[in-house]
């Protein structure tokens, strides 16, 4: 045997396994470090929920996808309104008093990538956006969002419900 080599059978298979372990764990704590700093960047200061705070108005609706909602039922909601204030939320029959807003950032899908979110761009609407901001609407009591609406604009909410893309704008105060 050449002077440097271990013979196979004088190797600590434990060590050895436990060295791999840790190698494989590098190679995957880099790949995703360098995925989350490629996207770090591509989000800008997320904007206070405080600017979004206004009544708004269903004003399109458009299918796409398949749904249990009728294109009647879609588009019954067109001239309806969503007031979204601090002190409440409200959607047709439905309020919430002192709700918890949530805005997140998330990177834009690119074309070919699996991706777990089906955000509108998913869906062929607002491909050209670098990101997705999103605002969720709590109950003070729950863990999960009631109310999922993607940021356009300052002045612009999409919200994608049982294969409708409905597009709200806000109103103008008088």
């Given at each position: 045997?050449?002077?440097?080599?271990?013979?196979?059978?004088?190797?600590?298979?434990?060590?050895?396994?436990?060295?791999?372990?840790?190698?494989?764990?590098?190679g995957f704590?880099?790949?995703?470090?360098?995925?989350?700093?490629?996207?770090?960047?591509?989000?800008?200061?997320?904007?206070?929920?405080?600017?979004?705070?206004?009544?708004?108005?269903?004003?399109?609706?458009?299918?796409?996808?398949?749904?249990?909602?009728?294109?009647?039922?879609?588009?019954?909601?067109?001239?309806?309104?969503?007031?979204?204030?601090?002190?409440?939320?409200?959607?047709?029959?439905?309020?919430?008093?002192?709700?918890?807003?949530?805005?997140?950032?998330?990177?834009?899908?690119?074309?070919?990538?699996?991706?777990?979110?089906?955000?509108?761009?998913?869906?062929?609407?607002?491909?050209?956006?670098?990101?997705?901001?999103?605002?969720?609407?709590?109950?003070?009591d729950e863990?999960?969002?009631?109310?999922?609406?993607?940021?356009?604009?300052?002045?612009?909410?999409?919200?994608?419900?049982?294969?409708?893309?409905?597009?709200?704008?806000?109103?103008?105060?008088?």
């Amino acid at each position: 045997m050449s002077a440097g080599r271990v013979a196979p059978e004088f190797i600590d298979k434990a060590k050895w396994a436990q060295s791999l372990g840790h190698v494989a764990l590098l190679g995957f704590s880099a790949l995703i470090g360098g995925c989350m700093s490629a996207h770090a960047n591509v989000c800008p200061d997320l904007r206070p929920v405080a600017d979004l705070y206004a009544v708004y108005e269903f004003v399109a609706v458009e299918k796409y996808r398949g749904g249990l909602t009728s294109r009647v039922q879609a588009e019954a909601f067109v001239g309806r309104e969503v007031d979204l204030s601090e002190e409440f939320f409200r959607l047709g029959d439905t309020t919430i008093t002192q709700p918890r807003y949530d805005i997140r950032c998330h990177p834009a899908p690119v074309e070919g990538e699996v991706t777990t979110d089906r955000w509108s761009s998913f869906y062929g609407y607002g491909t050209e956006r670098r990101y997705v901001e999103v605002l969720d609407v709590f109950a003070a009591d729950e863990t999960h969002p009631g109310y999922r609406f993607e940021v356009i604009g300052p002045r612009e909410l999409w919200r994608l419900y049982d294969g409708w893309l409905y597009r709200l704008h806000a109103r103008v105060a008088d």
